[in-house]
């Protein structure tokens, strides 16, 4: 497929999915290697723009040194040190899509963004497009960026994603969790069932029925991820969130056609 026809499609791969998040620096390594197999299908097929959340490598670290507070707070040792736990977890991430012959290149978003008090001002995108330019698959994560105020913030994956998709504008954005999506209580039959489309009629019941973070999470959780994702979904990108850890359910959401997962639509 010729490059300007190929469509881009963000993906995250989340902490939630690919580390054990109620347990410090581990790894869920089938679940890597299961989205770097899917990942190594398509890859050439799509202009991805690959990303992976902090889940139990940088989430605790990050809220030991209290690094959501500013530089204040969490001093020049809390920021390199959660940026350390983060590039540990990129380490294993890029081990396994290096292994299934997908050319990702890490592109820290700490090296080439700047915040203002927690949003993003500044986002330098060539290395995003000179690594596409190569061949390469750009792999960036949640980070510790310079922040003008506070000196440094958290910046989650949506939040990168959501100053991205203004600038780069994909078809779709994949968000991979350990979950088929998102839930609600059925008062009717007291069971969890799964919100096929979250969209303008039901975001505020959505958002209630999501529960507080359990496990260390310095950016605020499902809840977070719904809102920023909604607020891209304006702009009329499709949106899916899907279980990393099911058998080719990131495929189908990459190729825009999820067996199962929560889709994200404004304006409805
Ligand atoms: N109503 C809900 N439906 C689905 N999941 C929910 C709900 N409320 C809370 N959650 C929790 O949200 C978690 C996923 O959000 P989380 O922010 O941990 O994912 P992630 O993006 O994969 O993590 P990370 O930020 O570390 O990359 C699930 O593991 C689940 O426990
Ligand atoms: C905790 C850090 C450094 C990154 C958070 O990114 P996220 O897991 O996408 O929210």
Known sequence: MSEDVKKTVFVKLGGSAITHKGKESQANL???DLSSSQISELYNDFSLILAHGGGGFAHPVAERHNVSKGIEKCKALGLANTRMAIQGLN??????LLSKEVPALTISPSTCSEMENGRFTDF???????????????LLHGDVVYDSVKGCSVA????????LSTRIKPERIVIGAN????????PDNGKRELVEEINSRNLEDVLSAVEEPKTSDVTGGMRHKIEELYNISKHKIEIFIVNLSKKNYLRGAILGKPEVGTRIKAGE
Do not use: C, R
């Open 30 to 32: 089938p679940v890597i």
């Open 91 to 96: 380490s294993i991430v890029l081990t396994s």
């Open 124 to 138: 330098n995108l060539s290395p995003i497009h000179h690594a596409q330019k190569l061949g390469a698959v750009p």
């Open 156 to 163: 989650s994956t949506e939040m990168i994603f959501s100053y």
């Open 179 to 186: 979950v088929d999506g998102v839930f609600w209580d059925n």
